[in-house]
Nanobody, 126 residues
Framework: QVQLVESGGGLVQAGGSLRLSCAAS????????MGWFRQAPGKDREFVAGINWIGRSTNYADSVKGRFTISRDNAKNTVYLQMNSLKPEDTAVYYC???????????????????WGQGTQVTVSS
């Protein structure tokens, strides 16, 4: 079992920055890939970014490439999402997730992730 707790969300103006954190507990954090997803009202949950177990392989949605950066600190059992140049369309609840079945490969499919946090709200005002 893996427990995930997100933090760092809030209200920010367009063009601003936020850093989300996701603290993991339970199974060995460095054993699995991690991802960030988001869900806006009335929309499906979508992949934002993912990172493999050691942080050497990352993957991003086209909509956030060049603006968001995912990273992890295995010593702190934490994965981060640095979000810069935020836009109103980035407004959503952001979730971190653990892909227990993979360590080296990062996938973007929601159903492939085994454990989820409760989410943190990010609101970008125009």
């Amino acid at each position: 079992q893996v427990q995930l707790v997100e933090s760092g969300g809030g209200l920010v103006q367009a063009g601003g920055s936020l850093r989300l954190s996701c603290a993991a507990s339970g199974r060995t954090f460095s054993s699995y890939a991690m991802g960030w997803f988001r869900q806006a009202p009335g929309k499906d949950r979508e992949f934002v970014a993912g990172i493999n177990w050691i942080g050497r392989s990352t993957n991003y949605a086209d909509s956030v490439k060049g603006r968001f950066t995912i990273s992890r600190d295995n010593a702190k059992n934490t994965v981060y999402l640095q979000m810069n140049s935020l836009k109103p369309e980035d407004t959503a609840v952001y979730y971190c997730a653990a892909d227990w079945s993979r360590s080296s490969v990062v996938v973007s499919t929601t159903s492939e992730y085994d454990y989820w946090g409760q989410g943190t709200q990010v609101t970008v005002s125009s």
